[in-house]
């Protein structure tokens, strides 16, 4: 078993800054993809970035080149670095983990994911 707990959500202006961070207690933290998506009301929970074997990253084409996904592994932690916000990236945002050997195709569904955390809420403002 793997425990999720996302924090740093908030009430930011367009155009600011936030840092979500993901703490991952349980089995070896290491060992696991990690991944962020996001659900905006009325809407399907949707990809927004992974980590994955060998450190690879990949992002969905809505936050490319503005958000970015590290991981600590010695800190069990995961992090989403999110610049240039706009209104359209306000959702809760879940942190999840997933098994290592991921593909491409994979990584983007949420249903690949085994563990996940409660979420936190980002709200942007115009």
């Known amino acids: 078993q793997v425990q999720l707990v996302e924090s740093g959500g908030g009430l930011v202006q367009a155009g600011g800054s936030l840092r979500l961070s993901c703490a991952a207690s349980?089995?070896?933290?290491?060992?696991?993809?990690m991944g962020w998506f996001r659900q905006a009301p009325g809407k399907e929970r949707e990809f927004v970035a992974a980590?994955?074997?060998?450190?690879?990253?990949y992002y969905s084409d809505s936050v490319k080149g503005r958000f970015t996904i590290s991981r600590d592994n010695a800190g069990n932690t995961v992090y989403l670095q999110m610049n240039s916000l706009k209104p359209e990236d306000t959702a809760v945002y879940y942190c999840?983990?997933?098994?290592?050997?991921?593909?491409?195709?994979?990584?983007?569904?949420?249903?690949?994911?085994?563990?996940w955390g409660q979420g936190t809420q980002v709200t942007v403002s115009s």
């Open positions: 980590i994955i074997a060998g450190g690879r990253t």
């Open positions: 349980g089995r070896t933290f290491s060992g696991y993809a």
């Open positions: 999840a983990g997933g098994p290592l050997q991921m593909t491409i195709a994979s990584m983007t569904r949420w249903s690949e994911y085994d563990y």
